[in-house]
């Protein structure tokens, strides 16, 4: 028994984790010893497992292929100095999961059940978290459709799974984006606010055609006017404009992110303006042409703060601020770093102790 849930857990015998330096792995690629299962059927979620970490069978027919039907989050446990672990507002993934899965008419998982998992996962494959400072395990965790049928409907079955992996730097440098005016990402009364699979599928293409002209990323604009700001990758965007904190306002086209959430909250705690609101390129540039744009930067859990440096629009690139000159920035890093690796007061609770 695990807390209030009953899972089995089918350790490994060998861990791999000596076989790595999980300080030094690159992002995503190299998975640690073990992953969460857990099966919906016959109207309800099943018993829960733990086993070492493997490729699945699937059939051919699996109809989150065919149809869509996945959802993921992105989460992160952190290890300090002194070997203390603890996720970051793990119930607030929790909840975003089931927000998507509600949109995309799937099963919502119990919070027992997706915590339990969670921390027996986290127990188990602890050696994996970097302590790096910049390193964390990221975790991730899914669900997928799992009828094999061919036939466009909500399936009856799924699966849900936790697995991690330990990460570093997401960008290791300021980066270079291009405001997209073609193509969006969302659309009124459609998925942009959940974490669906389709939502990165469909901003791959746009994303290439830009790293083709040498920005990492693209900043999606609204699909009506292409005239305001929405996020960025898998950011949501801020910038700072007279000492003032302005980011898009999430609506059903953004990600409602807990970086961002995390980021404004302590601003406001700082006393600094915030202003949650539509953004549009025409004041940001005109900002930038008074030298009162001082700070952008992409906000999330992968790429933690990651700095602008050049916004490409229309075919012209506008040179940003030094990273340098920044202050706001620089130091929320550090002040979120700080309450990860739970080396500060937490006075918003958003640390939960892995013990
Ligand atoms: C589209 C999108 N926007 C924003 C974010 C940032 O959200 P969070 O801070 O919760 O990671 C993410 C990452 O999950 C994302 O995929």
């Known amino acids: 028994m695990t807390g209030t849930i009953d899972i089995a857990i089918d350790k490994t015998t060998k861990s791999r984790v000596k076989e790595q330096d999980v300080n030094n792995v690159p992002f995503g690629k190299v998975f640690s010893d073990h992953m969460f299962v857990v099966e919906y059927a016959d109207g309800k979620w099943q018993k829960g497992s733990i086993s070492p970490y493997r490729d699945i069978p699937m059939s051919l027919a699996l109809s989150a292929l065919h149809y869509g039907q996945a959802i993921f989050e992105g989460m992160k446990a952190y290890k300090n100095e002194k070997g203390e672990i603890a996720l970051f507002r793990p119930l607030d993934n929790f909840k975003r999961l089931n927000i998507s899965a509600v949109r995309m008419a799937m099963p919502e998982i119990p919070e027992e059940l997706f ?67 073609n193509y969006f990402r969302a659309v009124e009364g459609g998925v942009g606010f959940t974490k669906c699979a389709g939502n990165y599928g469909r901003s791959l293409f746009p994303t290439k055609l830009a790293q083709q002209k040498g920005y990492q990323q693209v900043i999606w604009t609204d699909a009506k006017t292409h005239s305001f700001f929405e996020e960025s990758g898998t950011m949501n965007l801020m910038f700072v404009v007279d000492n003032i904190l302005i980011t ?5 086209t953004i990600l409602a992110g807990v970086t961002r959430d995390s980021v404004l909250r302590l601003a406001r705690d700082w006393g600094m303006l915030v202003e949650e609101r539509k953004v549009s390129i025409k004041e940001i540039f005109d900002a930038h042409k008074n030298g009162k744009l001082q700070e952008a930067f992409g906000v999330g859990t992968a790429a933690t703060i990651a700095q602008i440096v050049t916004i490409g629009y229309e075919g012209k690139d506008y040179e940003l601020p030094p990273v340098e000159q920044r202050k706001f920035s620089p130091k929320i890093d550090q002040a979120l770093r700080d309450i990860r690796k739970c080396r500060t007061e937490d006075k918003f609770r958003w640390t939960m102790k892995v013990v």
Do not use: Q
Request: aromatic share 10%; hydrophobic share 40%; proline share 7%.
């Open 248 to 252: 898009p306002a999430t609506s059903d």
């Open 115 to 181: 915590m339990g998992g969670l921390l027996e996962l986290i127990k188990l494959d602890k050696e994996w978290i970097p302590n790096s400072e910049s390193g964390s395990l990221y975790i991730r965790p899914f669900m997928i459709a799992t009828d094999e049928a061919i036939g466009v409907k909500a399936s009856d079955t799924y699966k849900f799974v936790i697995i991690t992996c330990p990460a570093g730097k997401y960008y290791s440098e300021p980066i270079k984006v291009m405001v997209e005016t």
